[in-house]
Nanobody, 117 residues
């Protein structure tokens, strides 16, 4: 069973930065897109950003220009650099990875990001 292990969450002041990492427990599996979702209390889970195996990226409107997603295909690892953080970025961030064979996506356990004003 492939697991996604996240790290890098924490508490930061508004305007600060954090970098999230997510690594698959197996670096030999084939993964197409990798991405990040987030869920704030009382809100639905929303897509933050994703990146394809070819390097194409997509960003949610609320984070565009502040967050940068990248990945290391050889290590099946995805990163999310978050700059100019705002209190409204506070949420649990979940890593997501889509297998190349289109079977069920993998999900991380979630990492808390809290931005204080």
């Amino acid at each position: 069973q492939v697991q996604l292990v996240e790290s890098g969450g924490g508490l930061v002041q508004a305007g600060g930065s954090l970098r999230l990492s997510c690594a698959a427990s197996e670096d030999t599996i084939c993964i197409s897109a990798m991405g990040w979702y987030r869920q704030a209390p009382g809100k639905e889970r929303e897509l933050v950003a994703f990146i394809t195996s070819g390097g194409r990226t997509y960003y949610g409107t609320s984070v565009k220009g502040r967050f940068t997603i990248s990945r290391d295909n050889a290590k099946n690892t995805v990163y999310l650099q978050m700059n100019s953080l705002k209190p409204e970025d506070t949420a649990v961030y979940y890593c997501n990875a889509g297998p190349c064979d289109s079977s069920n996506d993998y999900w991380g356990q979630g990492t808390q990001v809290t931005v204080s004003s």
